[in-house]
């Protein structure tokens, strides 16, 4: 009972740390800004490892000229598995500012600043900023889904391995409250801000089948607490609850890979 109350709650930790972590460890390292005056264009060098640039990489870059995004760009990959320059025109006059911000797909950012020499032969500045470890939104919200996902399996597996277990009924109910409100909280956050670069229509589509995953978990959730009051309809609710949440845990992962597709992961 003892290894049994202590396991879920560490492998949720372990799972939010983790995925946490892949996005603090994998935020572009470094970036430079250079400018060629003749064409009028500003090219960046950043520095991102990863081991697979189709899976792993720098999203988004994100160019201002004097506190103005002047353009946003976006990518399904990386040219290298390391250090990459990109180009983009933008016409600097002497004293203007270009900063440029790079965003892993994952998680994480890094930021640069260059500035035009007012005068000619007069070294350009470079304020360097140091790189966000900030994980994304929606590493956030994946990261609560499977931990909620690894409780609620818990909840799924007890009833029928578990019942030797003493006091393994509150376990069950402890489990589903828990990941119940896990999965509620992540799912509330695919109603913000829409990521970046995401994929719209399987983003929609994740939305959308979050919606219904909502309200299949309160109908599992409920049908649990209405087990109590059912009176001689209890094997029916019994039923209905043991069905909605086989139910609930596969749409919940599907759920899962259809989030990854929409940014861009599977």
Known sequence: MRTMRVR????LAITFLLLCGIAIAHSPSDMRLDYDQGPGTLLVSVTHQVDDSSTHYVREMVIQKNGVTVDTVTYASQPSRETFTYSYPLTLEPGDVARVTARCNIGGSITREYTRPAAQGQPATVIPTTPSAA???WVVHAALLLAAILLLLGVAILPTYGRGIAGWYRLH?????VGGILAI???AMVFGTIPSGTIRDAWNAHVALGLIVLILLLSTLGAGIYRKWAGRHTGQVRTAHLWLGRVLVVLVLAN???GLSAVGLV
């Open 185 to 187: 909280v992540a799912i």
């Open 173 to 177: 109910a402890g489990l589903a409250t």
């Open 135 to 137: 994980p994304s939104l």
């Open 256 to 258: 899962i890979i259809l």
């Open 8 to 11: 879920y709650p560490v492998l």
